[in-house]
Nanobody
């Protein structure tokens, strides 16, 4: 079994910062791409940022220049540093990863962590 556990969400004022973490655990052989998605009330889940094993990144236009995704392959962990937060960044943030377990590929999601940007 594989688990993705997010942490670091919370309430922050506009202009503030938060750092999300997501650690993968279980019978993992390899981890490929990892990423963060978000879903606001009444909206579809959308890509925030993704990072490859080699460190290549891509970002949604709405967060580029404010958010930074990174990963620690030794710890099976992906991070999202969020700066200059805006009220429209309020959403549940989900971690996602491509993981191989004993030659069996799967795409996994975390349980989500709430980020609220409000004064």
């Amino acid at each position: 079994q594989v688990q993705l556990v997010e942490s670091g969400g919370g309430l922050v004022q506009p202009g503030g910062s938060l750092r999300l973490s997501c650690a993968a655990s279980g019978s993992i052989s390899t981890i490929g791409g990892m990423g963060w998605y978000r879903q606001a009330p009444g909206s579809q889940r959308e890509l925030v940022a993704r990072i490859t094993v080699g460190g290549t990144t891509n970002y949604a236009d709405s967060v580029r220049g404010r958010f930074t995704i990174s990963r620690d392959n030794a710890k099976n962990t992906v991070y999202l540093q969020m700066n200059s937060l805006k009220p429209e960044d309020t959403a549940v943030y989900y971690c996602n990863a491509d993981i191989t377990v004993v030659k069996r590929y799967g795409n996994y999601w975390g349980q989500g962590t709430q980020v609220t940007v409000s004064s």
